[in-house]
């Protein structure tokens, strides 16, 4: 509600919450059940009752109630069928929202030239920020290990690659944590996927084929500024669980979108992005176990020629570190964080960089392996909530 812009309303999807979500809402908002015309032009559960507040200061908020879907696809879904607006964010709600995010991102909406259906904003870890009054009023480092390196990869995706991708517009995926979406052009292509693993990336990619089929210019954007903190995973089986699930959702999203591939007709996305995720990030994981397991038996054997192995490992190290020490560089000059401490907080995430490579990277790369093995064998895919230690909130 402290978002800094003119016109937009808030919609909150209680899935069947088994706790007292609804109620402390009902009681904290002064809400009250209101006559709602609702046209399910998206698929989802049923929507038992929308509610809005009797108190003009919380206008804007709009509360469903609906039945249990089980996975937020579903509840994204409601949230649309009851969206009154052109363009709607959808986010998680633990997300902590920047002030000038929507202006950040409506700004790219007005400016283009071009229809734009799909706004990536860039997110970060809330893990050891300070928080008051919906805000982050103090921007730290993650002190845990695990949020650290994720940090590191919410960097290196969003100001790297992501904005990397958007330049030639072939970004191919908009995160389900905080993106805009052309309202119009998401029903037409029928919503979130409620059985995907992956529903952000899928729901993009068939908009993006939706518009190349019928003949649509449009692009497909990337807010380099800070809009948006989420928290990470701080424990290895929370971390562990979401890694495993993600590549289930890769393998998914590589399989039933098989036919945009080495595609120009789908533009650049089915021409570049695709093939490349494909190479490096869908089989990447495979050929790092692949070579570890070729490694060990070459040192049972013998055949390790460890002068060009140890040169080998040099100049790999020396290109991640490097990239990583660009990454923090650009960081700064662009102030995407402009609260972070321009010494420690950065000492912090150069020291991280340099122990990521033997730590983190391997682990996330067992996680993607467990997850393939699990999509081939057909193991029933689970939806479990991570667990979250909140944010650190400001003394008053």
């Known amino acids: 509600m402290q978002i800094d812009y003119p016109d937009y309303e808030i919609i909150i999807i209680n899935d069947a919450s088994s706790d ?81 995010a929507l202006y950040r991102m409506m700004w790219l909406v007005v400016n283009s030239h071009v229809p734009i259906i799909g706004v990536s904003a860039t997110m970060l870890m809330s893990n050891g920020c300070v928080v008051g009054d919906g805000r982050v009023v103090e921007a730290h480092v993650p002190k845990s290990p695990l949020p650290m390196f994720q940090q590191l990869e919410y960097m290196r995706s969003f100001l790297i690659g992501k904005l990397g991708w958007s330049a030639i517009n072939a970004l191919p995926n908009i995160s389900g944590g905080f993106g805009l979406f052309d309202t119009d052009v998401v029903v037409k292509s029928g919503g979130y996927d409620n059985t995907s693993m992956a529903e952000d990336v899928d729901m993009l990619l068939r908009m993006v084929t939706y518009m190349k089929n019928s003949g649509q210019p449009f692009r497909i954007a990337q807010v380099p500024k800070i809009c948006c903190w989420t928290e990470g995973p701080s424990s290895i089986k929370a971390l562990y669980r979401q890694r495993v699930r993600w590549a289930r959702g890769l393998f998914e ?6 036919k945009l591939f080495f595609r120009s007709h789908y533009g650049p996305i089915g021409a570049f992005t695709l093939p490349y995720i494909f190479l490096f990030e869908f ?20 055949g390790v ?27 700064y000059s662009i102030e995407a964080v402009p609260w972070y401490s ?43 909530p991570i667990a979250r230690k909140g944010v650190q909130k400001k003394k008053t």
Not at 313 to 326: E, P
């Open 305 to 331: 020629n460890w002068d060009s192995a140890f040169v080998i490992f040099a100049m790999i190290y020396s290109f991640t570190v490097l990239m990583t020490f660009f990454l923090l560089y650009f960081d």
């Open 20 to 100: 007292r979500t609804l109620e402390l809402l009902v009681e904290n908002f002064e809400l009250v059940e209101v006559p709602y015309d609702i046209a399910m032009r998206v698929p989802s559960k049923p929507i038992k009752r929308v509610l809005k507040s009797t108190n003009p200061k919380f206008s804007k908020l709009v509360v469903v109630d609906k039945e249990r879907g089980g996975r937020k696809s579903d509840g994204s879904n409601a949230g649309i069928n009851v969206c009154s607006n052109k363009y709607f964010v959808c986010t998680d709600v633990d997300c902590i929202i920047e002030p000038m």
């Open 253 to 258: 999203i590589i399989s039933n979108h098989r």
């Open 342 to 384: 321009r010494s420690k907080s950065y000492w912090h995430l150069i020291f991280a960089a340099l122990i990521e490579p033997f730590v983190y990277h391997p682990f996330v790369s067992y996680c993607a392996n467990v997850g393939y093995f699990q999509y081939i064998k057909g193991t029933t895919a689970v939806w479990k």
């Open 283 to 302: 089989m990447a994981p495979i050929l790092e176990l692949g070579g570890y397991i070729f490694m060990v038996w070459l040192i049972i054997i013998g």
